[in-house]
């Protein structure tokens, strides 16, 4: 059995003014201009600007949507940093 499928995305939301989410989550949709991306645990890394709306799969099976105008998404071994609403 493979344990990476037990593994969780330490995930970071910011917008300029607060922590928005902080914590644990089994998954993370989004979407840039070439189309929807799905973050789970063992994604490769990677730099995005991601558009509209950004979705959190929590660890307790809940989901959560958050609305932005623009902004930067960073994956780097399993931990998402997501700054919102940057000016670009």
Known sequence: ???RQFELLDVLIM???????????????CKNVKGIIDVLPGHSNFMSLIDKEIIVYHSNGSMQKLNTEKAIIKVV???IVILTNVEI
Do not use: L
């Open 1 to 3: 059995m493979n344990n």
């Open 15 to 29: 917008s300029p003014e607060s922590v928005i989410f902080s914590g644990a989550a089994k998954a993370i949709s």
């Open 77 to 79: 071994n399993n931990q």
